[in-house]
Structure formats: C-alpha cells, structure tokens
C-alpha cells in the first residue's frame, strides 16, 4: 500500500511541475514582415479609359492599367503590390512618404479595384493615377500616370 501511495505521489508532484514549466513559457510573437515600398524598375499605372480629351455624359467610368506590379487591397501586406487612388483637380501633390488622405480630390480605391464609377460636376477636370502600398504611401519612385484632362457635360 505505501508502494502504491508514493507511486500516487511522485505522479502528481511531476504533473504539477510539468503545469508550472506550462504556465511560465513565454510565447514568441514574431515581428510584422518589412515589406518594401520601392516600386518595380519600368512598372507603370495608366488610363485604359477614359483617354486625355474625352467627353463623358453622366458618370465618369474609369478603368485603371498597371504594368509591372499587383494590385492588392489596402492593409494587404505583400512585395510588389499596392491599390489605385485617383487624384482630380489636383495641383499640388500631396506628401509621397506619408498616406494619402481621402478627400473629394484624393480617391481610394482600397478594395483593390481596377475600376471605378463616380460623378463629377459638368466641366473640365483632370484626372491621375497613382499607385499606393497596403498603408496608402505611394511608392519609391511614385507610380503617377500622365495627367488627363476630360470634360463632363
């Protein structure tokens, strides 16, 4: 019987320090992966449609190009990709190492899109393509399309 009782014992002494050992390890959290913001050599963002010129009746439909890169949604970290924002009547460029605002004149396209629908008061406007990382900071060198000028009537 003491045989047994101290059998009884040493199990539950090595199961309570293997519960101890259990409780005190630390987990190791791995740090978020750098990702790099420097745009793809010859890669390029451009208009499909509408072209430099155009007239549009009603809303504006705008298909995005993009050569040499993906397109991924905002908050999607991986290499090589980035999300379309539209800059209208914009003279002054925002800040190209810091997010860009959303505003009327800065459109984000973060669901990944690669086309988009919106109205515009009837006039002259001009439109730009720029390409964005998962955190809305265009990339190194800036991926802009050429400016296009449309008129909505």
């Known amino acids: 019987m003491y045989k047994i009782f101290m059998s009884i014992l040493a199990v539950m002494v090595m199961i309570s320090c293997q519960a101890k050992d259990e409780s005190t390890k630390t987990e190791t959290v791995e740090k978020p992966k750098t990702i790099s913001n420097k745009s793809v050599e010859g890669s390029a963002v451009y208009f499909i449609t509408p072209q430099d010129g155009d007239e549009i009746e009603g809303d504006v439909i705008v298909k ?25 009547d914009v ?40 390409l964005a990382n998962y ?15 449309i008129t909505v009537k």
Do not use: Y
């Open 64 to 88: 995005f190009g993009l050569h040499g890169m993906g397109v991924a949604p905002a908050g999607t970290m991986k290499e090589k990709t980035g999300h379309h924002h539209i800059l209208i």
């Open 135 to 149: 955190a809305h900071i265009p990339h190194d060198p800036p991926l802009l399309s050429k400016k296009i000028t």
């Open 91 to 130: 003279d002054t460029m925002p800040d190209m190492t810091k997010p860009l605002p959303a505003t009327d004149n800065i459109r984000h396209f973060g669901g990944g899109q690669t086309e988009a629908s919106f109205s515009l008061t009837p006039g002259k406007h001009t439109l730009q393509l720029l």
